[in-house]
């Protein structure tokens, strides 16, 4: 799995609350069958102005000016701000697919929707949760200073911004240990191989029927 | 020592190990698969080498993507017209082949949406662990199961390991009570129960709904209200058990019998939360305040009674959510403060996993029988949720009743819920719809959803725009 360590990058602010699955990836682009390509749609319907078709070249398509990530200070961000409950709605990992393939290696909001959450620490996104107070801060200080950039740094669990303030920011130890070293986390599952199994030898006497289920 | 809640009830009893990190190893019974959020899956434990850790745990069907007409499922998945589609799910089928997975398949007469498919056969028990590449999984909590969306890697994971990692989630309690007023459904109750709490309230929580509201409540329709769950941003629902639940599962293909049945019903009976046990969160609603509820904006937190009026967003005074509320009225096209009855409608459309069941049907067909839809209605879907639901109402004759009042009687499949087949709404038209999620562009690009219970969404199509269902004669 992709690790993260560190980035220092220029920030994209999102200024919109409970954004959903549904409106960083648009269901259309859900048919592919692989896990790379939904960049050039993320946020599709926000934007372009047109219907995205699923497979079709993006390249000249009409933008819709008014979107913030199509503004030309925005050109090759790798942070976002967003507001809260980012990530709510339906469980595809197509979302955090397309963030990554955008380009985006970092999200930080007042909360985030628990599904979205555990996707993202599966690709290698790190998700940081600030106070309001601090997320209105960043986003008015992105706004007001064209080319700013935030350093992220994992192992301190910090951000700094252009003006040397540090931020701190708290992460749960098992989520920084596997983004810190990349864990593949069904190797890591498997090697308790011997206790699933004990488990699951104990639950079938006490639940034979969970084993048994053939149909009629 | 305070008493356990149904949910660490069912926590406990899966409880594999816990890890040095703070996080649990938590056992999966049952895991369903759908076409969409499973290739990648398949995909990773070839290139891993991976087998599935116990294959009969699991189950699939194609239902995200599937058309809905006659004309193309009379063809089987070779009648699938959009080419992507089709792909996805023959990839569906011959990964299930290739891994040893039990497949529904789309010509199979038992297909239909995986939460509804699964209640109905008896694959869904309660006191398991479910899980499903899907966020609306929750669904399933109805029979007392601990039951939540994950995503592909987890989708992935719980193939290869039969297990998923964990933090346990703290404990709601949302009680209902009292008894609900005629013509106020279980959709009308999860609804208030969002809009009350908002779209993240239930974050980091597994509600247990209970109170009398919810107990007097069929088993389908507690299905309707924890399949919401996740839109108050919980990723599971629960509901106790209690007669009717076992009642509901007895005798279903794939329910114990016999000896076995005993054994099971007796552990199932103690699925319910201890009388002193403690939750971290507790609400409360009454009954008797819950009218029927439309949604007006582009979150199920924005919700209204039917004799409502849209919300001003300039009477706020949090300004991040006056925003909000600016955004939406302004996708949805509406003035701030116009009665919901007044909002005109252009698609009615009932179905999905939320409302497709035989109950739902029923109710919508009550409403519709000897009616007409309205001449502004430009097409009003209905979809059962599987192959049997669609066969049961045949048997009843909603099909029928369905028909000559106009509506359209179509295939089992997800349909206009999420809208990745053909069953799209326009760019501006607004949309009665039974589903669970009014986001921007959910049920087509720049369509305008409205979420309503079966029975409203029926009202809406006679008269092509919202009326309050208590005031409408049933046939």
């Known amino acids: 799995m992709k690790k993260f360590i560190s980035e220092d990058g220029l920030v994209l602010p999102l200024d919109r609350a409970n954004v959903d699955t549904d409106y960083i990836i648009p269901k259309q682009f ?124 994992l192992p301190s669990q910090t951000i700094t911004t252009p003006s040397g303030e540090t931020i701190a920011f708290e992460i749960e130890e098992s989520r920084k240990n596997i983004l810190l070293n990349g864990l593949d986390d069904i190797s890591l599952t498997l090697q308790n191989k011997e206790d699933i199994q004990a488990y699951e030898t104990g639950w079938q006497q006490k639940s034979p029927w969970l084993f048994s289920q053939l149909g009629s | ?112 949406i995986v939460h509804v498919i699964g209640p109905e056969q008896g694959r869904t028990l309660p006191g398991m662990t479910i899980v499903c590449g899907d966020s609306h999984t929750s669904t399933h909590g109805a029979l007392g199961a601990l039951a939540h969306g994950i995503g592909t890697s987890e989708v992935e994971h719980v193939l290869a390991t039969q297990c998923l990692v964990q933090k346990k989630a703290k404990n709601m309690l949302i009680k209902v009570n009292g008894r609900l ?11 208030a129960i969002i809009g009350h709490i908002g779209t993240a309230g239930g974050t980091g929580y597994t509600i247990e709904f209970g109170g009398e509201a919810i107990q007097s409540l069929s088993v389908e329709g507690r299905m309707t209200v924890c399949n919401m769950a996740i839109e108050a941003g919980a990723r599971a629902g629960i509901v106790a058990v209690d007669e009717k639940t076992i009642e509901y599962v007895k005798g279903r293909p794939f329910a114990p019998t016999g000896a076995t049945w005993d054994m099971a019903e007796a552990a199932w009976r103690d699925l319910v939360s201890d009388a002193d046990a403690v939750f971290d969160a507790l609400v409360e609603l009454e009954a008797s305040d819950i009218v029927p509820q439309v949604s007006w904006g582009t979150s199920p937190e924005m919700v209204a009674p039917v004799t409502g009026n849209v919300p001003d967003p300039a009477s706020m005074s949090n300004e991040s959510k006056r925003n909000n509320y600016q955004q939406a009225l302004k996708y ?58 669609k066969a049961q109402a045949e048997l009843e004759g909603l099909d ?72 409408v004669e049933l046939n």
């Open chain 1, 30 to 153: 859900l048919k592919s069958i692989k896990r790379t390509g939904f960049g050039k749609n993320l946020f599709d319907e926000a934007r372009y102005l047109d219907k995205g078709l699923p497979d079709a070249d993006c390249s000249g398509r009409p933008i819709n000016p008014d979107f913030v990530m199509n503004q030309p200070r925005y050109k090759g961000v790798s942070i976002l701000l967003a507001r809260e409950n980012f990530g709510c709605g339906s469980s595809r990992e197509h979302a955090p697919w397309a963030l990554d393939d955008y380009g985006f290696r970092c999200v930080i909001a007042p909360s985030f929707a628990d599904i979205f959450f555990n996707n993202c620490v599966k690709n290698g996104i790190l998700l940081i949760v600030l106070k309001d107070k601090i997320v209105e801060k960043l986003f008015s200080e992105t706004a007001a200073n064209e080319g700013y950039r935030l350093a992220v740094d």
């Open chain 2, 1 to 112: 020592m305070a008493g356990l809640t149904l949910y660490d009830k069912l926590w406990e009893s899966h409880l594999v190990k816990n890890l040095d990190d703070g996080t649990s190893l938590i056992y999966i019974d049952l895991h369903f698969l759908h076409e969409v959020t499973s290739p990648q899956a398949f995909e990773g434990l070839r290139l891993a080498g991976r087998k599935p850790w116990r294959a009969g745990a699991n189950m699939a069907t194609p239902d995200h993507n599937v058309p809905t007409t006659k004309d193309e499922r009379s063809r089987g998945v070779e009648g699938i017209l959009d080419p992507t589609s089709k792909i996805q799910v023959k990839s569906l089928d011959s990964n299930c082949l290739e891994f040893g997975i039990s497949e529904f398949q789309i010509d199979d007469p038992r297909h239909g």
């Open chain 2, 400 to 471: 029928k009743i369905f028909t000559e009042a106009g509506l359209q009687w179509r295939e089992p499949g997800c349909s206009m819920c999420l809208a990745m087949n053909a069953d799209q709404l326009g760019e501006g038209e607004h949309c009665a719809s039974t589903s669970n999620r009014n986001f921007e562009g959910r049920q087509g690009f720049g369509g305008r959803t409205h979420l309503v219970s079966p029975a409203m969404a029926a009202a809406a199509a006679v008269h092509g725009h919202f009326v309050d269902i208590r005031e």
């Open chain 2, 332 to 389: 949805m096209g509406l003035q701030a403060g116009i009665p919901i009855q007044s909002i005109q409608l252009d698609r009615v459309f009932i179905g999905s996993c939320t409302n497709s069941r035989i109950e739902d049907l029923r109710a919508a067909a009550a409403v519709v029988k000897g009616r007409k839809v309205a001449a502004n209605i430009k097409e009003a879907l209905v979809v059962p949720g599987s192959g049997l639901v």
């Open chain 2, 181 to 191: 007023n005629p013509g106020v459904t279980a959709k009308d109750v999860v609804l």
